[in-house]
């Protein structure tokens, strides 16, 4: 029910991470304004998931508030690196309170959900990109790290897709890489948004849809999202996080153009 997206922009000299998603939940209908990502406290990282939302919506509300709580934790004073663990007992934690199961059933159905977890790491001084992902061999939910797609010549891109057909994503992204010419420089622009919202486009993916959701978090250890028109700039209208904004809300963030990519102050 989900294409999302994390990867780092290379910005001329500096870099940036940029997480992105759409917008579409599908239960027998498909309904398309609904948030994915979730700027944690800190403002140093966000959440995003894929999967079942009945899993996934709570762990990750879950995992905000019990950040929020603790004064090392929303402060930044624990840095991400070290955040995971605790991340990992709670999700375990809360799945021990799963209980009154469906008459006939002697086993809970396997969790759904993934997630990405990303930020910037001020131990390391760089960004960092993790899948949580459920292995059902071990029954435990664990992280693995956002590969390096290592090409010759230096043209190292680090990014990582979850969700609904993500071999049809990096299939696209190597196409456009190639075809772009930067198969041998490193870095990313903001290709994967490309190859994003060419698939929310495309109805032959009904299970990816509605608006981008765009989050950006910067190496001042900001988070800054985006409004997106959507599904043009010509439409006028105006998206936030994936809920089209009512006529007379405004906010103070860019608006990005999803054909050209340029950014439209409000």
Request: charged fraction near 25%.
């Amino acid at each position: 029910m989900t294409l999302s997206v994390a990867w780092i922009r290379k910005v001329k000299n500096t870099e940036e991470l940029v997480i992105a998603t759409d917008s579409r939940l599908r239960w027998g209908r498909a309904w398309d304004c609904c948030p994915k990502i979730i700027p944690l406290v800190r403002q140093d990282s966000v959440l995003c998931f894929a999967g079942n939302t009945q899993y996934a919506y709570p762990m990750m509300v879950q995992i905000n508030n019990s950040i929020s709580m603790h004064t090392k934790s929303s402060s930044r004073a624990i840095d991400i690196t070290d955040l995971k663990g605790h991340i990992l007992k709670v999700i375990e934690g809360m799945r021990e309170h799963i209980h009154d199961l469906p008459k006939g059933s002697d086993a809970f159905e396997v969790p759904d959900a993934m997630f990405l977890f990303a930020g910037y790491s001020w131990k390391t001084n760089s960004f960092k990109i993790w899948t949580l992902y459920y292995d059902q061999d071990k029954d435990e939910f664990h992280f693995r790290k956002a590969s390096n797609h290592i090409k010759r010549a230096d043209g190292t891109k680090y990014y990582a897709f979850i969700g609904n057909n993500t071999d049809v994503a990096r299939r696209k992204m190597t196409k456009l890489i190639h075809s772009k010419g930067i198969a041998n420089i490193p870095g990313l622009d903001m290709e994967p948004l490309e190859v994003l919202i060419e698939m929310i486009r495309d109805e032959k993916y009904p299970h990816i849809g509605g608006a981008p959701q765009i989050v950006k978090v910067y190496k001042h250890m900001n988070v800054l999202p985006y409004s997106v028109y959507w599904p043009n700039k010509e439409s006028g209208t105006k998206t936030f996080l994936g809920r089209p904004m009512l006529d007379y809300e405004v906010n103070e963030y860019f608006t990005l153009d999803p054909d050209s990519l340029e950014l439209n102050k409000n």
